[in-house]
C-alpha cells in the first residue's frame, strides 16, 4: 500500500474479528518496523509489550471502560517507556556510527536528559506517539486496522504487565481484522485553527 | 512509495538543499495528511507552526545549537499543543458522527482531562508523538527527507512564534531536500530490551 493511501485510509477501528490469528511473521515483520521509530539521540526509550495471553486481555479489558476490541483484536500492544534510557550505557546507540558523530553524541545525550524529570517524561510520551504512529501504519501496509487508546487505567495495566519502577505506561493500540464498515471520519478542524505561518496570531 | 518502505528508507537527515523551495501543492498536501493523524476523543490537540520567514529560520537556529538544518530544510514545521483542546466546545469534534457516538463522547471528553495537568501535558506530547510521524513518512511519500529535532530552547522558541500561554512547544520536524549520504543506521537494540510478552520480566 502506497504510504500516502495508508495515512489516507487509517482510521481507528474498534470491532475486531476475535477468531482472527495473526501470523507470527506479521507479528514479527510490525516489531521490526516500529522499532525504526526514531528516537532523540536514538536512544530508544520506547518498549512494546505484546498482550498475548487471553487471561491477560480480559484483565486488561476490566480496567478499559470494557472496550470490546482490548479482547476482540488480533494484537494488543501498550506503549510504554524507559525513563532511564539516557543513561543506560549510551555509547551502545551509536556503535556503528562515525567516530565524529559518536563522540559528538555520546557525551550530550545523559547531561540532556539528567535531572529534568518532565523533560524525560516529555520525551517517553513523544517518542511512544512516534512509534505508535509507525505501528499503526505498519499495520496498514500489513492489511490490518488499528485503534490508539487512552481510555483505561494506567496504573491498574501497570501493575498487570509487571512495570518496573523507572518505565512508564503511554497508550495501547489494538491491531486486527475489522468485522463492519465504520462511520465517517470525524471531523477535521480547518487550516486555521490547526496550522500556522510563522507566528500564532496576536490574542 | 509503499508505507513499509518509507518506513524502512526514513532516516534522520541533517543537510538539506538551502536553495531548494518547496512547491505550494507539496506544502498543502503534508498539512492536509498530518492533519489526519488520530487523537484521544479526536479533538486534534495538534498545532503546526510554519517558519517560513528566513529571519525567524536564523533567529531559531541560534537557539537550536546553531543545526544547520533548521536554516537549509525546505520545511521547518514547530510542533505544538493546544492544553486546552479538551474543552474548547467539544461537540464539533464529532459534529458529523451518529448520534450514539455523539452521545457516548461528547460528554466524556472534558471530563476525562480536566483538572489533570500531567494528564493534558501528556497528551500534547504524545500527540504531537503521532502527527510528527505522519509527517515524516508523508514527506517520504512525496519524496522528501525529514528529520525531527527536541535540540533547542523551547522557551525562546515559544517567544519567536507567539506561543499562546495555554499551549506548549513539543519538537521540530525539518523536511527537505538532501544534500549527501548518510551514515549506516544507528544501532537497533536487540529485541529481548524493547519487545516483551505479556509481562517484563521480574527484576
Known amino acids: 500500500m502506497n504510504i500516502l493511501e495508508a495515512i489516507e485510509s487509517r482510521r481507528s477501528i474498534k470491532s475486531y474479528d476475535p477468531h ?5 511473521a506479521d507479528l514479527a515483520r510490525l516489531m521490526e518496523l516500529a522499532k525504526l521509530t526514531p528516537s532523540s539521540f536514538n536512544m530508544q526509550n520506547y518498549r512494546f509489550v505484546l498482550a498475548r495471553d487471553k487471561e491477560l486481555r480480559r484483565q486488561i479489558r476490566a480496567v478499559a471502560w470494557d472496550q470490546a476490541q482490548v479482547t476482540d483484536a488480533s494484537l494488543l500492544v501498550i506503549l510504554c517507556a524507559d525513563l532511564n534510557a539516557h543513561c543506560e550505557n549510551p555509547p551502545r546507540y551509536w556503535a556503528h556510527a562515525p567516530k565524529e558523530v ?11 536528559y539528567e535531572g529534568k524529570p518532565q523533560l524525560i517524561r516529555d520525551e517517553a510520551m513523544r517518542s511512544t506517539g512516534l512509534a505508535g504512529m509507525t505501528l499503526m501504519l505498519a499495520a496498514r501496509g500489513l492489511g490490518y486496522d488499528s485503534c490508539p ?9 501497570a501493575g498487570l504487565i509487571q512495570l518496573p519502577a523507572d518505565h512508564v505506561v503511554s497508550f ?3 491491531i486486527g481484522k475489522p468485522t463492519q464498515s465504520i462511520w465517517p471520519r ?3 478542524l480547518p487550516d ?3 496550522v500556522f505561518t510563522n507566528q500564532f496570531p496576536k490574542r
Chains 1, 2 share one sequence.
Do not use: K, N, Y
Not at 482472527?20 to 507470527?24: A, D, G, N, R, T
Open 149 to 157: 487508546m487512552v481510555g483505561f487505567d494506567p496504573a491498574a495495566v
Open 102 to 112: 559518536q563522540d559528538a553524541l555520546v557525551p550530550a545525550l545523559t547531561p540532556f
Open 186 to 188: 470525524g471531523e477535521r
Open 20 to 24: 482472527h490469528v495473526m501470523p507470527e
Open 192 to 194: 486555521r485553527e490547526v
Open 172 to 174: 495501547m493500540v489494538a
